[in-house]
């Protein structure tokens, strides 16, 4: 008699089990639904913050790049004023080492040197900052004319292509200026190297006085090619401007 209320605990036991884990199951059931729904809910939001994001990058793409573009142009303003300066500083050496009546000339000359080497040196920066200009500006170029290649409506796909054609233009007057510059440069630097050479071998009073032909010549190359570099500088900065307008949103 005293095992029967033990047999008959049980069942009891066991259904209290069997429902307890049924429970335990819907549960678990219903938390990993909540978990799997935040989840989903999580993605949808990660997922629209990068398309909003991703639509950010493609809208100021353009801005960017004109700003880029407008930046790699104001760095080589800069070299080349910084060269035609030099130009002044080493012409006006030579004047003083061409024009030295009386007294030692080798400080005069040695100065000289040092002037025809620093312009050297100007040159090579410049060049360098041409080319970076130019990559820079090709590829904003590029990335502008997919721009307008992209609008559907004709009227405003065809105000785009008129303004980047007009600054397209503008900037191939800064290509065929920096284009002259180059041209005047070459001989005057030339005649500069061969006076180095001259004037190393007999540094005279009557040497030095033989040279003022020549003198007379690289000095008016020295003009011609600043003349080309004030017009270089004067287009750099019209395409600028132009640039500016574009990566600023102002209106023109």
Same mark, same amino acid.
């Given at each position: 008699?005293?095992?029967?209320?033990?047999?008959?605990?049980?069942?009891?036991?066991?259904?209290?089990?069997?429902?307890?884990?049924?429970?335990?199951?819907?549960?678990?059931?219903?938390?990993?639904?909540?978990?799997?729904?935040?989840?989903?809910?999580?993605?949808?939001?990660?997922?629209?913050?990068?398309?909003?994001?991703?639509?950010?990058?493609?809208?100021?793409?353009?801005?960017?790049?004109?700003?880029?573009?407008?930046?790699?142009?104001?760095?080589?303003?800069?070299?080349?004023?910084?060269?035609?300066?030099?130009?002044?500083?080493?012409?006006?050496?030579?004047?003083?080492?061409?024009?030295?009546?009386?007294?030692?000339?080798?400080?005069?000359?040695?100065?000289?040197?040092?002037?025809?080497?620093?312009?050297?040196?100007?040159?090579?920066?410049?060049?360098?900052?041409?080319?970076?200009?130019?990559?820079?500006?090709?590829?904003?170029?590029?990335?502008?004319? /997919?721009?307008? #290649? !992209?609008?559907?409506?004709? $009227?405003?796909? =065809?105000?785009?292509?008129?303004?980047?054609?007009e600054t397209y233009k503008n900037y191939q007057q800064v290509e065929k200026s920096l284009l002259k510059v180059r041209d005047a440069y070459l001989p005057m630097s030339s005649k500069l190297k061969d006076f180095q050479v001259a004037l190393n071998q007999d540094l005279s009073p009557s040497g030095v006085a033989g040279l003022k032909p020549s003198y007379a010549k690289v000095r008016q190359e020295a003009i011609t090619l600043q003349g080309t570099m004030r017009e270089a500088l004067? /287009?750099?900065? #019209? !395409?600028?401007?132009?640039? $500016?307008?574009? =990566?600023?949103?102002?209106?023109?």
């Open positions: 008699m005293r095992g029967r209320p033990m047999f008959r605990h049980r069942p009891v036991a066991g259904l209290r089990g069997i429902r307890l884990q049924r429970k335990v199951i819907r549960f678990t059931e219903r938390q990993g639904f909540h978990k799997k729904e935040e989840n989903m809910k999580k993605m949808k939001w990660m997922g629209l913050a990068i398309m909003m994001g991703l639509a950010a990058g493609c809208s100021t793409t353009g801005y960017q790049k004109a700003g880029r573009g407008s930046d790699s142009m104001a760095v080589c303003q800069g070299e080349i004023q910084s060269a035609r300066e030099q130009v002044s500083r080493t012409i006006t050496s030579l004047d003083s080492l061409i024009n030295a009546q009386v007294g030692d000339l080798r400080p005069l000359f040695a100065d000289f040197n040092t002037q025809v080497t620093q312009l050297e040196k100007d040159k090579e920066a410049a060049a360098s900052r041409v080319i970076q200009m130019q990559a820079d500006n090709k590829a904003y170029f590029a990335s502008w004319a /997919q721009d307008v #290649a !992209a609008i559907s409506d004709p $009227t405003m796909k =065809a105000q785009s292509q008129q303004r980047l054609e004067s /287009q750099i900065q #019209a !395409a600028r401007q132009k640039m $500016t307008y574009r =990566a600023s949103g102002i209106v023109q």
